[in-house]
């Protein structure tokens, strides 16, 4: 693509007479850089050569879509008000096409599944009787349905049942021939009540889990099902009740066996039979008006750790929106945004591979919006920042670890969880027993009634539906669905190889290196180039003294030994410096301020900076750790002067600690910096006790945001130190999401900044850890959930 213009390339003319930078298409022959390392914390030797072997990842083939309004034809006929009527994918549609996603969708035509696909999880009586409504009169229809609980049927409901199910089945095959790289099937009837036997919950047939059983039948043995309709999925948990295949996640409205379907089964300690104990997670909601920060809670607490650890091959989502804001059967608080982030978040797995099928959902106007942010999430666009989150209540944090207690024994992502001793309570009560909740009634064979009523609905008084209208419209408006022109951009620029030393690790070739690799694997055609520029002395001194910033602007005309010396009379701690230092350096800091400009003026969404030399370590007024000035910091204020910015996430995951950072915004609330970074007691470089857990920011940095919320007590400063061990993918998905992806969501970031460095990776020796290129990634598509994916990536060490 043609270069766009993000700044002026002129510099202040009191900083040094700087030759024009030009970016070079190719990098220079890069010749030899190896050396040692004059680090007093770090094993001297020269970076390994390692050779990986991971596959490259697939590219994103679209995203499949399936729809027919075979689907609006299945309805009540005696009853105009029944809340499962035709406009529950008519308004869908609508929306999704309104808002262009539609037509962005490569369309998948509806199948009919076979009879013979029906009976691996329907008895053939059952389907036999389903095939029998098609010649039924309307009296009969009601009478058989009667027999079932919340059913009803008409003429074609057999067909659009056989299409609904065929066409989750399809999408999910599709996905996984590669035609698309995800789908969305929006259908009616929905499936996940519909058990072998029995018709139930709006169900005929379980579409799901008969997409399900196909890919397992086609070879696959890792399927994850997550079921986000309010509703228990009783039909799916039975019919992979004892299957180690099939995880099946459920969070369902409980209120400890009063709601629907009042079955004991759906509570949290039904975890599976035989093989399969351990791969039935119920999460069930024990009171009504959650909202997302306890979805939330749920994700980053339950679903992300399982389901990494599960690594399925494709996951199937049972995706109703009857916990979404308005709804009278679930009389939840979700926002439709809402959706949008459990997309994506689920996106990261499986290779992408995601089938999503449409199950409940009874606001018309908040299913619209959730079906529209679902499908959009699919297509790979930002995800709109959620209104607000704060702390999950009281009731979700019981669940949560009473599903942790009985799954613990299971799964080794909840390991880090400790167990109380006998005599020390929870202070979480319902901890602290094992269901059931004495008094409850729940749904048994042995009390099942012999008719059921057909108008078994809750129904809203006019006012009260008026108002959730208003508060969903509210919603609506204030998301943000605006897209950036390009996805992604990237500045180099090879003049940056001018500063260099023989035989020391922070070498040209690093840079090199990435932009090689990123033209083998053809993404630099997909990518928006960034012109490069210099850094201004205006720039430099939101961050840097002047007096500094004078010590370096010397060194142009230095003799090379009056250089070398310079580290050590300034004591700049591993430095090394020559007379092209000073120019890398502002290089280096202008080329991350013009990504910068590109991501907050919506030229992209996102970027990533291959500079050098880094930045994390340089003080206000010194030189360190291979660092001259300070890159993320000088970044962060220029958002903040240029654009209004209030606030910005940085996240540090170099495995050194970023002193220099953290010291700049120690005291500022308006910025959040997260590290997570070799400690080992303080030994590990910089050494030095600022990089432990208890450094949580001081004076406004500590205690009440008022640029988040009025009330809730905010650390700025978050050290995630590991000590002792070789830490990879595991720990530091664990850290993620533990700890980070809860802190940056609270917070709520408007721009998110990662200091880059990747020398945790696996065969780097100056961290000697494990974390593999593949953990980068999931670590950078869990940050691009926030700041409607407004995300820089800047390249520190490795």
Not at 532 to 547: F, M, P, Q, V, Y
Not at 627 to 647: E, T
């Amino acid at each position: 693509m043609a270069e766009q213009s993000c700044h002026d390339k002129e510099t202040d003319k009191d900083l040094a007479d700087l030759p024009e930078v030009v970016a070079t298409e190719t990098p220079p022959d890069t010749g030899s850089s190896s050396g040692s390392d004059d680090e007093d914390f770090v094993l001297l030797k020269k970076l390994a050569a390692v050779d990986f072997e991971d596959r490259k990842s697939d590219l994103y083939a679209g995203t499949g879509f399936t729809y027919s309004d075979l689907f609006s034809l299945h309805r009540c006929e005696w009853d105009p008000f029944f809340p499962e009527n035709p406009q529950r994918v008519l308004g869908p549609i609508k929306r999704c096409k309104d808002l262009g996603l539609v037509q962005r969708c490569k369309p998948i035509e509806i199948c009919y599944t076979t009879v013979d696909t029906l009976l691996t999880k329907h008895s053939q009586e059952l389907v036999d009787l389903a095939e029998s409504t098609v010649n039924m009169t309307q009296e009969q229809h009601k009478h058989l349905s009667q027999k079932y609980d919340s059913f009803f049927c008409n003429k074609h409901t057999y067909e659009a049942s056989l299409a609904a199910a065929g066409s989750v089945i399809n999408m999910t095959k599709t996905i996984l021939q590669g035609t698309v790289t995800n789908g969305f099937a929006m259908v009616r009837p929905p499936g996940h009540h519909a058990q072998e036997s029995e018709f139930n919950g709006y169900c005929t047939f379980n579409n799901v889990a008969l997409a399900a059983q196909a890919v397992l039948d086609g070879g696959l043995d890792k399927i994850l099902i997550l079921d986000w309709d309010v509703h228990h999925g009783q039909g799916v948990q039975q019919m992979f009740y004892d299957d180690p295949r099939v995880l099946y996640i459920s969070i369902h409205r409980y209120e400890y066996g009063k709601f629907w379907p009042n079955l004991r089964e759906s509570d949290y300690d039904y975890i599976g039979r035989d093989k399969g104990k351990g791969f039935n997670v119920n999460i069930p909601l024990n009171k009504v008006g959650m909202t997302d920060t306890d979805y939330l809670s749920i994700l980053h607490q339950l679903i992300l750790p399982l389901a990494y650890e599960f690594s399925p091959q494709v996951i199937l989502i049972a995706s109703g929106y009857d916990a979404a804001l308005g709804c009278p059967e679930g009389e939840m608080l979700l926002t439709p945004a809402m959706y949008a982030h459990l997309t994506h978040h689920m996106m990261a797995l499986a290779a992408g591979r995601v089938s999503v099928a449409l199950e409940g959902g009874y606001c018309l106007e908040s299913l619209a919006e959730s079906c529209a942010l679902t499908l959009r999430a699919l297509l790979q666009d930002p995800c709109p920042q959620l209104e607000e989150v704060g702390e999950p209540s009281d009731s979700i944090t019981s669940t949560i670890l009473n599903v942790v207690k009985v799954l613990r024994p299971h799964w080794n992502c909840f390991a880090h969880y400790k167990t109380t001793s006998r005599s020390k309570l929870c202070p979480f009560h319902d901890v602290n027993s094992m269901p059931p909740v004495p008094g409850i009634e729940f749904s048994t064979p042995e009390n099942r009634p012999e008719t059921f009523d057909l108008a078994a609905y809750p129904v809203q008084e006019a006012s009260e539906k008026e108002a959730l209208v208003k508060l969903v419209d509210q919603a609506i408006a204030a998301t943000d669905l605006s897209v950036a022109e390009n996805r992604c951009c990237y500045v180099f620029d090879a003049n940056m190889r001018a500063h260099k030393t023989e035989g020391h690790p922070e070498q040209p070739d690093r840079i090199s290196a990435i932009y090689t690799r990123l033209a083998e694997w053809r993404l630099l055609k997909r990518l928006l180039r960034v012109p490069s520029r210099l850094a201004r002395k205006s720039e430099l001194l939101w961050i840097h003294t002047e007096d500094y910033i004078q010590e370096l602007v010397m060194t142009e005309t230095m003799e090379e030994s009056e250089i070398d010396s310079l580290p050590i009379r300034k004591n700049y701690i591993s430095i090394y410096m020559n007379q092209k230092s000073l120019y890398c350096a502002l290089l280096s800091c202008g080329s991350v301020l013009n990504m910068v400009e590109a991501i907050l003026t919506k030229q992209v969404q996102s970027g990533v900076a291959i500079v050098r030399p880094p930045g994390h370590h340089a003080e206000c007024s010194k030189a360190m750790g291979f660092c001259f000035f300070n890159n993320v910091a000088v970044a962060a204020k220029f958002a903040q002067h240029h654009f209004g910015l209030k606030r910005i996430l940085i996240v540090d995951w170099d495995i050194h600690h970023g002193n220099a950072t953290q010291h700049q915004f120690y005291d500022d609330p308006s910025v959040l910096y997260i590290s997570l970074h070799r400690f080992d007691g303080g030994f590990f470089f910089p050494g030095s006790q600022d990089a432990n857990l208890d450094r949580c920011g001081e004076g406004p940095g500590l205690g009440f945001n008022n640029y988040v919320y009025d009330i809730t007590p905010v650390v700025t400063n978050a050290n995630i130190p590991t000590f002792q061990g070789r830490m990879g993918d595991a720990e530091y998905i664990t850290a993620f999401t533990q700890i980070v992806m809860p802190i940056a969501y609270q917070f709520n970031p408007e721009l998110v900044l990662v200091s880059a460095g990747f020398d945790a990776a696996i065969g780097d020796p100056l961290g000697n850890y494990r974390v593999t290129p593949a953990g980068y990634g999931h670590m950078t598509h869990m940050l691009m959930g926030l700041a409607n994916g407004r995300v820089g990536l800047i390249l520190e060490v490795s």
